[in-house]
T-cell receptor
């Protein structure tokens, strides 16, 4: 049973436009959410996170939004750049430091 | 920049052989995780350790997989005997839960079982 779901396996966006990556979760006990970015042949690298007490967190071009009632979070990248092309994983945890990851969304930013 | 180091980066072997993957966590990190990446499941947690003690290995097939931390600088994941369905990328991650810092990942071991 997938507790964290990324329903879009892939997404293509024009350079300069907004990329929106989505993630849904089922466990209402999750209280901390993270996004990781992964390039081919490398390990995932941390991108941005959000606590369940917030609904938005921003870091430069990256913003994560959390909608607890809908059990949904999204990652916005504005403006998108070709170097953002990677696989993005969302993860959730319930305070145990044990992350549950989604299956990933492959983002392709077209120049 | 401190990094999690995994060896080997690639491993190709025949079915039935023993496979050992190694991980050197970041110095000072007291929690180590093993994940497996597959197309269908994404990043699955196999096992994790805190202060070298296993906390959860429920994600691991117990009959053939084993994970250990012989010391604070080395974590190992063994598969014996290996099967073709074990082919995947295996990642190690480390962290320090009390610092509010996220887990840091190594670059993985790509395992192919023929």
């Amino acid at each position: 049973d997938q507790q964290v779901k990324q329903n879009s396996p892939s997404l293509s966006v024009q350079e300069g436009r907004i990329s929106i990556l989505n993630c849904d979760y089922t466990n209402s006990m999750f209280d901390y959410f993270l996004w990781y970015k992964k390039y081919p042949a490398e390990g995932p690298t941390f991108l941005i996170s959000i606590s369940s007490i917030k609904d938005k967190n921003e870091d430069g071009r990256f913003t994560v939004f959390l909608n607890k009632s809908a059990k949904h979070l999204s990652l916005h990248i504005v403006p998108s750049q070709p170097g953002d092309s990677a696989v993005y994983f969302c993860a959730a945890t319930s305070g145990t430091y044990k992350y549950i990851f989604g299956t990933g969304t492959r983002l392709k930013v077209l120049a | 920049d401190a990094r999690v180091t995994q060896t080997p980066r690639h491993k190709v072997t025949e079915m039935g052989q023993e496979v050992t993957m190694r991980c050197q966590p970041i110095l000072g990190h007291n929690t180590v995780f093993w994940y497996r990446q597959t197309m269908m499941q994404g990043l699955e947690l196999l096992a994790y350790f805190r202060n070298r003690a296993p906390l959860d290995d429920s994600g691991m097939p117990k009959d053939r997989f084993s994970a250990e931390m012989p010391d604070a600088t080395l974590a190992t994941l063994k598969i014996q005997p290996s099967e073709p369905r074990d082919s995947a990328v295996y990642f190690c991650a480390s962290g320090f839960p009390y610092s509010n810092q996220p887990q840091h990942f190594g670059d993985g071991t790509r395992l192919s079982i023929l």
